[in-house]
């Protein structure tokens, strides 16, 4: 596609239940993050994968969080036993490259997450 | 460990007036630094960046920004803001070496007021 997708755009769930959310990023993108944004707060970094490296995981917030990424295509982030501090907006992004020269990164418009 | 630091979480400003939003950062090497802009219900999407060359680099709407490696700062101003700036702002760092990840601040909330 022309842009970064993510599904669902909302997700309302309950306390406990495990929520999974997709990553579709620009074809040809090596890189790829997600980040977490709190209502009125900044991004907060979660993972990186970058091509076939092993992916930068220094950002998940506890052993809940998890990711996956097959090859340079799509990546789903799983929350297991969902907190109510887990409702946030989850941004995906892509690059060239990483972060390197020239490389810009293109967000998703995200998926917001609310935890009942 | 590379961080940034944006001082101020929301600035006000009457339209026509100039503005100064700022980032530090720190980190053990060099890197390449960004300014990405959220628009009240759109997504982010990148501002200006500098890479290397020139330290002062500009956007098509009129912001600027500097990087200063002494102050590891790379503050953004434009000297008359419209309406349409009204948005959040987020610098961003991105280390020259060992995966390239890009780090954000926590954001500076621009509001301009007529």
């Known amino acids: 596609g022309a842009g970064v997708s993510q599904s669902p755009s909302n997700k309302v769930t309950e306390k406990g239940k495990d929520v999974e959310l997709r990553c579709d990023p620009i074809?040809?993108?090596?890189?790829l993050y997600w980040y977490r944004q709190r209502l009125g707060q900044g991004l907060e970094f979660l993972i990186y994968f970058q091509g076939n490296s092993a992916p930068d995981k220094s950002g998940l917030p506890s052993d809940r969080f998890s990711a996956e990424r097959t090859g340079e295509s799509v990546s789903t982030l799983t929350i297991q036993r969902t907190q109510q501090e887990d409702s946030a907006v989850y941004l995906c992004?892509?690059?060239?490259?990483?972060?390197?020269?020239?490389?810009?990164?293109?967000f998703g418009e995200g998926s917001r997450l609310t935890v009942l | 460990a590379q961080s940034v630091t944006q001082l101020d979480s929301q600035v006000p400003v009457f339209e026509e007036a100039p503005v100064e939003l700022r980032c530090n950062y720190s980190s053990s090497v060099s890197v390449y630094l960004f300014w990405y802009v959220q628009y009240p219900n759109q997504g982010l999407q990148l501002l200006l960046k500098?890479?290397?060359?020139?330290?002062l680099v500009e956007s098509i709407n009129g912001f600027e920004a500097e990087f200063n490696k002494s102050q590891t700062s790379f503050h953004l101003r434009k000297p008359s803001v419209h309406i349409s700036d009204t948005a959040e702002y987020f610098c961003?760092?991105?280390?020259?070496?060992?995966?390239?990840?890009?780090?954000f601040g926590a954001g500076t909330r621009l509001f301009v007021k007529a």
């Open positions: 961003a760092v991105t280390l020259s070496t060992g995966g390239f990840k890009t780090i």
């Open positions: 500098y890479l290397s060359g020139s330290t």
């Open positions: 074809s040809g993108h090596t890189a």
């Open positions: 992004a892509s690059s060239l490259e990483g972060g390197g020269p020239g490389g810009e990164l293109f």
